[in-house]
C-alpha cells in the first residue's frame, strides 16, 4: 500500500510498519465498537500512517472532530480522543464526557504529566479507561523523506525558547536508531542541533544496555538549525514540486488545485458543469511521472513532460502491432499501468500549464529580478523601489516581508534608517498591529539592524559558491539549479561535509550562527559496517525548524550525482516554504 | 543406571515413578501432625504453622518458613488471631487467611508487609475455609463462611471483593468445593450432595449411580480437568467445564480422602489423579488398575504442572508420570536412538559423541539444554532447594526463576545464572543488582556514605540501572540523605525528578527535569513550585533558569494572561510588556489607555521606533473616531493606508490630504494610493487634473497601467506621451498600439526591446511594421 516508502536505500516502510503495528495494538485494548474524536490537526499526519481502512477494520465505526460540547450520538461502546498534549484540548474533553460509554485518551506524540493534571483538576480523570501515548514523532513522508509535521517548530524554537518539538526530535532519531541502528557520527551545526545532540547521547547512556544489536543502516547524521540558514527559504523554489508548493501550497502530501483545468471534457455537455470543488491530489514518489519531474526546474519540466506524451502514445500505438492474441493479452495486461500514466501525464500537465500561467507573469518576473539582485549582493544596502512600489500597490504583505526579510539577510542587517523606513511603510499600509510581527522577525534573526560589523554574507556567498553565474537548468550539473542560481546554503554544508569536510571552511562556519560540532556513538563490537568498494554512504540530514521543497530537490541531485558517494535521507520538523513559515512568525496572521 | 526403571509402576499404557527430591533439613518433633501447611508450587517455599488452634498467651503456635529442602528461612510465634489457610502468590510472599477473614502478608523472611480484609459480613460467621489460587491475573484468595457463604478476591494486589450467590437449597456446609478460572473468571465450583453448583445447577455426565454425595474435588493446574470423589469410592474424572467425562475408577475405599490432587504432565497419556488418605496415596488413571503407596506420617501433596510433589515430616518427593524421553531412553528394551546413544555412552563414556556423526542436526538445542540441566543442578541444589522440573522451569522462564532468587537474597547464584544463560544485562544482572542495592540500603546500621559508596562500586559498570528505585526505597526507608546521594547516579534525569518534588528538593527537582530535556517534565515541576512557593520566591527561582521561565510564559501567554504580565514586570521586561499592551488594545475596549500604556513601556525600553508608531497609531485612531462621529464613515480598524483610501473613495479629499501631510506619507506612495482609488471610482477627470497637479513622482507610466486596467484606453493614451522613455515600449505596448511601440523601440535601438514588440505580432500585423523591425533589429545586434 506505501511501497514508494521502500524504494528508497533506506526502507523507511519498517518505520511505518512500526507505527502501524502500534496503532492497532492500541485500538484492540479497547475491546468492541468505538468512534475516534479527533483533534484536528492529527488528520493529516496520521492520513500519512492509515487510512480509514484500517481503522475501520478495528471496529472503529464513527469519526468526529474534537469540539466543545458533548460528543455526537453514536452507538458504540468505546469513545477515543486522538489528541496533542494542550491544555486547552483537555478542557474540550472534560466538556465531551458522557456516560455511559468508556472512554480512552491517545495522546501524540506524548502523554503528558501537565495534562493528566488537568484532567484531575476537571474531575474527569478517572472517567478513562485507557490513558495511553501513540508515539509518532516522524512520518514517513516519501521513499527518502520523514517529517515530523509540526507547524509551529520554528517559531518554538527560535522565537518563544520552548524546545519541546527538539524534545521530540531526540525521541524520535532515538527511535529511528532503535529500527535502523546506531548512527555512529553525528554532525551538527547551530544552538539547537546541539540541544537535539546533547539529548541523544544522554537518553542513550540512558537507554545502556537495552539497545539493539541492528546493522546500522545510517552512517552520518547532520543536524542543522534553519537559523543557519534564514536565507533559503525566503527565496521563491523554482523547481516543480517548489513551485506548486509556492503557489497552492502542499499539505501532508496533499495539494488541493483550481478545478477549471481538470473538467472532464465530454462532448456535448458544454461548459456548463464546472467542478466547484478544489481538486485534491496526492503528491508522492509512487507516481512514476511525478517522481520524475518533481525535482527538475520548472523550465525543463515542459521537455519532460512532451517526451513522456510520446512515449505512452507511443504505447498505445502498439496495439495496431498486436497480431496474434498472445501479443493482444500482452497489451491489454498493459493498459492498466498504460491509462494510470495518461491520467498522470494529464494531471501533470494542467498543473504545469497553470503554474506557466502564473511563472510567465511580469508580477512573477520582477519579484524574482529583486531576490535575484539581493542574492548576489546587489544594492542591498539602499531601500528598494521595487519593494516601495509593492508596499504602495498593498500587495500582500507576506510577499513584502519575504522580500524585505531577504535583504535584510543578504546584507547582514539593514542600515536603521532603511530598517525604520521599512517598518514604517509596512505599519502604515498594513496596520499597526503588525508592529508584533516586525518584532518576532527581528527577535528570530530575519530582520535585524545593521551593527559596526561589515557585512560578511558576500564572504559567505563567494567561499560557499552560493551563486552559479552559468546554471543549467535543463542538465543541471550543480545545486543551484533549484533557485536557478542560487544553491541552498544548508545543502551547500551538507555537500562540503561530505567532500572535502567542514575542516575546509571553518572559517564561514564561525561566521554562521551557532556552534558546529562532531559527536562519534560507540558501536558494539561486531556492528561495524564493512564498506564494499564503491559502495555509498548513507546520511541522514535532519533540518530543524523546516525544509523546503527546492533544498530537498537539491539533496537528491546530490544522491544521484554518478561519484557523489553519498545518499541523502531528510528529516525535518515540517516541509516549509517561504510563506508558510513567515506566516507561522506573524502574531495576527492574515489570509495571503 | 540399571535400576532407574525398578521404581516405575505401570498404569494403563504409562508409567508413574515417584523419586526422592530430598531428605529434608529440617528436624520436626511431630512430622507435618497438627499442621497446617502450604508450600508453594514450582518448587516453592514450604510455610508451617504448628498447632494452629492453640490460643493460650503462653503458648502460642509457631510460624515456619522453609525451602523445599527444609533449610529455615524464618521462625517466629504467632501472634495474632487464629488461622484457617496458609497460601503463597506468585511472589512467594505468604498469605495467612484468619478465621475472621484477615488476610495477613509475609514477605519470605517472615517480615510482616500488609494486610486485608476479605469484607466485613465475614466477622461473625467466621471462616470455615479458604483456599488460595493462582490465575493469570494474580494471586486470588476463596473463603467460605460458617454461613455457607462464598467470597472471592481473584488478584489480591487489585483488591475486588465478589460475593458470590447462596448455593440454592444448601443445609449446613457444602461437602467440598474448588476455585477454578474459566473465560477469564474466576469461579466457585460448590458440591453438595451429588449436585454441583457453578452459577447453575449443574450434574457431571455419566457420574456412577451409587454415589450419593460428591465428598472432595480437585481442579487440575491448568483449570481444564476437575476430579470429584464421591461417597461411594468412585473417583470422576472430567474437563472443568462438565462437558466431558475422561474417566471414572473404583477405588473400594469409601472414606472421604484427606487430599487430592491432578497428576498429570503437558501432553499427558492419560489423566491421573492422586489420592491421599491417612497412611497410603493411591494413584488412578483410566484403567481399572490403580497404583498404592504407602505413606511414612503425615503428608501433603503439592499439585505441580508436570506431577505432584509428596512432604512428610522427614522427605521430599515427586510423584510423577515418567516422561516420554525418559520412558523412551530406559524402558527395558527400548530401541529408541536415545536408548542406543546411552549404551554406547556406557562403552566409550563420550556422552557427545554419536553427534558429531549427525550435519543436518543443529547444535543449538543440545546447547541450550545442557545450560539448562546446569541451571536446574544449580537450584535443585539442597542449599537452594528448588527442586524444578525442566518442563516446570520452561514454563515459569528464567525471568521468574531469576526473581525467586533474588527474593530469596541469592543474588550471587541470580547473577552467575544470568551470565551463564548470557541474559541481557538490562533484564538480567542490572535487575539482580538493583535488587540488592534496594535490599542494602535497608541495612541501618550502616552509614550512608558507606552504603552509597558500595553500591556505585558494585553498580558502577551495570548498564540500564534504575537508580532512582533504589533511592525511592531509601527514601522510604526514612534515609533522605542516602535516597539524594543515590540519585546522583541515576542516568535518567527525567526519572528523578518524582522522587525529589516527593523530598521536597524541588530546586534540585526542576534543574534535573530542565536537564532531561522534557518539556513536560518542567511544567511539571513549575506548577509543583506555583503551588508550593509564595509567588515572589516562585518568579526567583524562575528568573534563575530561563527555559523553565520560558516555558512558564508559554503556559501564562495560553492560561493566565495577567500572570504573564506580572513576570514582564518583575523581569522589567519593557519591550515585552509594550508588546503586551498593544496585543490587550485589540481585544479590549480602552483601546487608547491601553496604546498609551504600550508607549510608555516602549520608551521605557528605548524602543524610539515602536512608541513613535504606536503614538502614531492613537492619533489615527483619535481622528477615525473623529471622522466616524462626525460622517458616519467606519474607518476604526483601517490601517492608515485604507483609512486614506476610504477618505479618497467617498469624495473627502481633504481630509485625506491632511492625514497625508500629518502621517508624511511618503509622496510615491501616496500618488499610488490616490491614482488607485480615483480610478477605482473612474474619476477620470480628477485623474487628470491629479496628473496635471505636479510632476508625479511615480512616472506616468502607472496612470497608463491603471486605465488599461478599468478598460479605459482612451483615458490611457492621454498619458503614454508623458511617459519616460525607458517605459515608453511598455506604455505604447499596454495600450495596444503596436505602431507606437514599433517606433519607440527602434528608435531607442533596443534589442529586447524590439524582440518584445516583435513577440506581440501576429500573422495580421502590418507586413512593412515587422519587416522595419527585423531590420532594426539587425542593426542593433550589429552594434
Partial sequence: ?592 | MAFVTANWNPLGEAFYRKIELYEMGWNLKDGLRECLVAAAPYGGPIALLKEPQRRSPSVRPQLEIYSSSGVAMASFPWKSGVVKQLGWTVCDDLLCIQEDGTVLIYDLFGNFKRHFSMGNEVGQSQVVEAKVFHSPYGTGVAIVTGASRFTLATNIDDLKLRRLPEVPGLQGAPTCWAVLTQDRQSKVLVATGADLFILDYTSPPGLSPQATSIVHMCVSFSYKYLALFTDSGHLWMGTANLKEKLSEVETKVRNPPKQMAWCRRPKSQQPSVVIMWDGHILVAGECKNTISYHLEGVSILVPELDGVRIINGTHHELLQEVPASCEEIFKIASMAPGALLLEAHKEYEAASFGKCFLSNFPPEPFVSMCRDLRVLNAVRDYTVGIPLTHTQFKQMTVQVLIDRLVYRKLYPLAIEICRYLKTPEYQGVSRVLKHWACCKVQQKEEADEVIARAISLKLGEAAGISYSEIATKAYECGRTELAIKLLEFEPRSGEQVPLLLKMKRSQLALSKAIESGDTDLVYTVVTYLKNEMNRGDFFMTLRNQPVALSLYRQFCKHQEQDTLKDLFNQDDDHQELGNFYVKASYKEKAQIGHLQSAVDEYNKAKNEFAAKATEEEMRLLRFQKKLEEEKGESLVGFSLHDTIRTLLAVGLHKHAEQLYKDFRVPDKRYWWLKLTALAEKEDWEEIEKFAKSKKSPIGYLPFVEICVKHHNKYEAKKYVSRVTPEQKVKAHLAVGDLEGAADAAIERRNDGEISTVLSRCSPSTDRALVERLNRAKATAAKK
Fill in chain 1, 1 to 592: 500500500m506505501a511501497a514508494h516508502l521502500s524504494y528508497g536505500r533506506v526502507n523507511l516502510n519498517i518505520l511505518r510498519e512500526a507505527a502501524r503495528k502500534e496503532l492497532r495494538e492500541f485500538l484492540d485494548k479497547c475491546a468492541g465498537s468505538k468512534a475516534i474524536v479527533w483533534d484536528e490537526y492529527l488528520t493529516g499526519p496520521f492520513g500519512l500512517i492509515a487510512q480509514y481502512s484500517l481503522l475501520k477494520e478495528h471496529e472503529v465505526e464513527k469519526m468526529f472532530t474534537l469540539k466543545g460540547g458533548r460528543v455526537p450520538p453514536a452507538d458504540v461502546k468505546n469513545i477515543i480522543f486522538f489528541v496533542r498534549p494542550r491544555l486547552e484540548l483537555m478542557d474540550i474533553i472534560a466538556e465531551n464526557l458522557q456516560p455511559p460509554r468508556e472512554f480512552h485518551i491517545l495522546f501524540v506524540p506524548r502523554r503528558s504529566l501537565l495534562c493528566e493534571q488537568r484532567l484531575k483538576e476537571q474531575g474527569v480523570l478517572n472517567s478513562f479507561t485507557n490513558i495511553d501515548e501513540y508515539i509518532l514523532d516522524l512520518i514517513p513522508y516519501d521513499g527518502d523523506l520523514l517529517s515530523m509535521e509540526s507547524e509551529s517548530a520554528f517559531r518554538e524554537c527560535y522565537l518563544e525558547n520552548d524546545q519541546t518539538s527538539l524534545y521530540h526530535t531526540a525521541k524520535g532519531l532515538m527511535t529511528l536508531q532503535a529500527l535502523y541502528g546506531t548512527i555512529p557520527q553525528i554532525f551538527g551545526k547551530g544552538e539547537c542541533a546541539r540541544h537535539v545532540a546533547n539529548m541523544m547521547l544522554r537518553m542513550k547512556r540512558e537507554f545502556a544496555g537495552s539497545q539493539n544489536q541492528i546493522l546500522p543502516v545510517f552512517d552520518t547524521l547532520l543536524l542543522l538549525d534553519r537559523n543557519v540558514d534564514l536565507l533559503t527559504p525566503l527565496a521563491t523554489q523554482l523547481t516543480y514540486e517548489g513551485l506548486i508548493d509556492e503557489i497552492y501550497g502542499i499539505t501532508n502530501g496533499y495539494v488541493k488545485l483550481p478545478p477549471e483545468k481538470f473538467a472532464q471534457k465530454k462532448p456535448g455537455e458544454g461548459g456548463k458543469d464546472l467542478p466547484t470543488e478544489p481538486k485534491k491530489l496526492q503528491l508522492n514518489s509512487a507516481e512514476e511521472l511525478y517522481a520524475e519531474i518533481r525535482d527538475k526546474n520548472f523550465n525543463a519540466v515542459g521537455a519532460a513532460l512532451s517526451k513522456k506524451a510520446k512515449i505512452i502514445s507511443a504505447a498505445f500505438e502498439e496495439r495496431h502491432n498486436a497480431k496474434t492474441v498472445g501479443e493482444i493479452k500482452q497489451f491489454v495486461s498493459q493498459l492498466p499501468h498504460m491509462q494510470a500514466a495518461r491520467n498522470s501525464l494529464a494531471n501533470h500537465t494542467s498543473i504545469a500549464e497553470l503554474i506557466k500561467d502564473i511563472t510567465t507573469s511580469e508580477v512573477f518576473f520582477d519579484n524574482l529580478t529583486v531576490e535575484q539582485e539581493f542574492m548576489t549582493g546587489v544594492d542591498t544596502d539602499k531601500v528598494n523601489t521595487y519593494i516601495e512600489d509593492c508596499i504602495s500597490r498593498k500587495d500582500p504583505l507576506i510577499k513584502i516581508l519575504r522580500l524585505v526579510c531577504m535583504q535584510s539577510v543578504c546584507n547582514n542587517g539593514l542600515k536603521q534608517k532603511v530598517l525604520d523606513h521599512y517598518k514604517r511603510e509596512i505599519l502604515q499600509t498594513y496596520g499597526y498591529e503588525h508592529i508584533l510581527t516586525l518584532n518576532n522577525l527581528e527577535k528570530v534573526g530575519l530582520l535585524k539592524p545593521q551593527t559596526t560589523t561589515r557585512n560578511n554574507y558576500p564572504t559567505i556567498r563567494k567561499t560557499l559558491k552560493l551563486w552559479m553565474e552559468d546554471a543549467n537548468e535543463q542538465n543541471p550539473n550543480d545545486i543551484s539549479y533549484v533557485y536557478s542560481g542560487y544553491a541552498p546554503l544548508s545543502v551547500r554544508l551538507t555537500q562540503l561535509l561530505a567532500r572535502p569536510g567542514w575542516r575546509s571552511i571553518e572559517e564561514v562556519l564561525k561566521m554562521l550562527p551557532g556552534p558546529h560540532f562532531e559527536e562519534r556513538q560507540q558501536l558494539p563490537t561486531g556492528l561495524h559496517k564493512k564498506r564494499q568498494q564503491g559502495e555509498n554512504r548513507t546520511t541522514l540530514v535532519f533540518f530543524l525548524g523546516g525544509v523546503t521543497y527546492a533544498e530537498i530537490a537539491a539533496l537528491r541531485f546530490l544522491s544521484q550525482m554518478e561519484d557523489g558517494g553519498t545518499e541523502y535521507v531528510i528529516a525535518t520538523t515540517k516541509l516549509i516554504n517561504g510563506t508558510s513559515w513567515i506566516k507561522s512568525l506573524m502574531d495576527r496572521p492574515e489570509p495571503f
